[in-house]
């Protein structure tokens, strides 16, 4: 099947590891041109460099901090002047685990700039040069803690919600400019955010980290986490043209791990 994304511009943020990343790569291994964007420069430079070598595309590495209003303020102005995408993924880091109350003001306000009021700017920068060529795609990653939310991440189940709100909002306005946005919701994908998110559970209830990990995949369905590339695969196909006719969709990349239909 031909993705028809070969030559396009695809701006990736929370590109530097994990998910981000492999969805940068994916892209590029379709022909896509990418900007990636993390706080981490180093990382950033090697990667691009990597990716611009193994599949033959320009990958222009763009440190930007997402939780830094006035860094996001810069960044935008080079998305909606020089980077133009044909593409956006919608992307960053998670909040730290947490029950619902007694959390600090400071990161309340440090993942809602970095999760929600940071994607809204940057996908407003990047909605001009997507409306003027009639065909756009923005993919967000969200969480399955949308639809069922997930036990100490209260800061992420609560803030996930608004982002799909954005989303499916944006979706029904954008549409008829040949525009689509799309949620993607994954389960337990094997990055260093789950890693560390293992060790803090491990640490909470007394257990080995191995033990924690095997207890996680025996409760999924499929019992495994998933791979990043099996992620940035679903991701890469609904940010590409064959996906045209689908918008404002919540799509589970999760084993299963989601119980309701
Ligand atoms: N992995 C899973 O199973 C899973 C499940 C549910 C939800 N999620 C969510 O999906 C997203 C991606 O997950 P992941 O597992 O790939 O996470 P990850 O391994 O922690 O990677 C996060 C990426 O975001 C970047 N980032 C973090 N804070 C940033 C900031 N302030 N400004 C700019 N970039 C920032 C990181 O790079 P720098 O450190 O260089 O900035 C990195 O490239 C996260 O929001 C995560 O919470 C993941």
Redesign the pocket.
Known sequence: MDLGITGKTALV?????????AIADTLAQEGANVVL????AE?LEAIAADIARKHGVTATPCP????DPQAVAAFCTRVENEFKPDMLVN????PPPSPSTGVSDEVWHNSTQ?MLFSIVRVTEAALPAMKARGWGRIVA?G??GIVQPIPNLSV?NTIRGAVAGFCKSLSAEVAADGITVNMIL????D????SRLDSARAEREGKSVDAVRASAQADLPIKRYGRPEEFAKVAVFLLSDAAGYVTGQMTRVDGGLIRSI
Not at 64 to 67: A, G, K, P, R, Y
Not at 186 to 189: D, F, Q, Y
Not at 191 to 194: F, G, P, S, Y
């Open positions: 943020l929370g590109a530097s590891q994990g998910i981000g990343r964007v993390a706080r981490n990382a930007v901090d997402l939780s992307n960053a880091g998670g970095m990653v969480s399955s992420s994954p389960g337990k994908i990055t260093d955010r789950l």
